[in-house]
């Protein structure tokens, strides 16, 4: 298996200790549907109490993953927010 070098993507160490932040508070689950080709992420907090913004860290993580598909496979495509 092969390890993922943040550094390989432009991440410095400091840029990496405020993205592991992210994981205090969240926790995921993903749903799939292989025949549609559909993943559904759903995040959720570690703590339930917690004066947290999870709209703040979705919106962060969408950027994320669309850059990282464009970055990594030359993957482009739209962000659709339904709310």
Known sequence: MTMFNPAMMGV?????????????HLRMEITTCKREGKLEVKYFLVNPDEPVDLGKFV???????????????GIMGK?????
């Open 12 to 24: 410095s160490p400091q840029q990496m200790e405020q993205a592991q932040e992210v994981g205090r």
């Open 79 to 83: 962000i659709r927010d339904v709310e």
């Open 59 to 73: 919106e962060q993580l969408c950027q994320q993953l669309m850059y990282g598909h464009k970055t990594m496979f």
